[in-house]
């Protein structure tokens, strides 16, 4: 896990997918049965936790209420028996990164949730470890400090260039967060890559439908011909052009994933004849969810729309950013 290759790597899925006990294992806190963990390129599986130089912080803060901002901050150092002026210069150093210059004489419980997270982070700072570990730790907070947060934790990493893996089940995080994403689903690794990588190019029906707020539309169909002509066959009849890139055999039961953002309104019943449901004003977009046979689709418009519930609309998607999976494996073809 060298700083110039994984900068800054969020591994991310939904609950129990295993992303806590990876991120222990890199730490030292789980045994591992088989591989290799390298911190610097130096393999750290017999390696005593304390010795990985790493860095964690956690969920729930673990700040000690009976010592000040300061003291937080300053105790692992202490530890350590670092020189009064290093400590001092360190914690310095962190608390004017993290703005908490004027704070460092409170108690914890004189701090918000934020104020509290950031004290978590300078006592990881001041380490100056190889590498960071974050175990979901915006999740205590509420929506509105989280977006601080995450634009502070992402400030912070380019200031540092110090290697981060940043743990969390929230994929809005993870895109906006990570330079890599680890999608993780039942303790496997579903897929691994840039964040746009994932989002443009899903290697399986998991990866596309956890990536992308709102999530991917997915349609149970048939492959009709192949190549150029191939189309995809819904069980109402209605026939669409399959993804050029896509492969697949003739008869092949698929799933056709869609993006509520590449779904259009047209005139002509070309596209999917659906039923509005519910409309969503959000301001800068429009979402709605329409029904389509026993499937509710969800499509979002820049532009405004007048549409009402039971409206009869028809959404046609746009076949250059479709996906195309195979119904029995999940995987795309």
């Known amino acids: ?100 210059g004027e704070l460092l004489e409170r108690y914890p419980r004189q701090l918000s949730g934020g104020q509290r997270q950031r004290v978590a982070m300078g006592r990881a700072i001041v380490r100056n470890p190889q590498v960071f570990l ?8 509420d929506a509105k400090l989280r977006v601080q947060m ?29 330079d890599r994403i680890v999608v993780m689903h039942d303790g496997i690794v579903e897929q691994a890559g ?57 008869g092949q039961e698929v799933v056709y994933g869609i993006r509520p953002e590449h779904l259009g309104l047209c005139a002509s019943p070309d596209g999917l004849a659906t039923r509005v449901v519910v409309v969503e004003p959000t301001g800068a977009d429009t979402q709605i969810l329409a029904q389509f046979g026993d499937i509710e689709l969800c499509a979002v418009f820049r532009e405004r729309h007048e549409l009402g519930r039971d409206v009869l609309v028809h959404l046609l998607p746009d076949a250059g950013r479709a996906h195309l999976f195979d119904a029995a494996t999940g995987r795309v073809l």
């Open 1 to 100: 896990m060298g700083t110039a290759k994984i900068p800054a790597t969020i591994v991310t899925g939904f609950l129990g997918a295993g992303k806590t006990t990876l991120l222990r294992m890199i730490a030292g806190l789980e045994e591992i049965t088989s591989g290799e963990i390298a911190i610097g390129g130096r393999v750290v599986n017999r390696v005593p936790p304390k010795e990985r130089d790493i860095a964690m912080v956690f969920q729930n803060y673990a700040l000690y209420p009976h010592m000040t901002v300061f003291e937080n901050m300053a105790f692992s150092l202490k530890l350590a028996h670092a020189p009064r002026q290093e400590l001092e210069g360190r914690v310095n150093r962190a608390a004017a990164i993290l703005g908490l």
């Open 134 to 141: 974050f175990d979901e730790p915006l999740s205590n907070l």
């Open 150 to 178: 995450r634009s502070e934790i992402k400030e912070l990493h380019q200031r540092l260039s110090t290697t981060s893996i940043y743990v969390t089940h929230d994929q809005i995080e993870a895109m906006t967060l990570a």
């Open 194 to 250: 840039a964040p746009l990588e994932l989002y443009d190019h899903p290697a399986n029906v998991f990866v596309a439908g956890f990536i992308g707020s709102p999530a991917m539309n997915f349609l149970p169909g048939r492959l009709r011909h192949v190549g150029p002509d191939a189309k995809v066959e819904f069980p109402d009849g209605t026939c669409l052009p399959a993804p050029a890139h896509a492969g697949g055999a003739p």
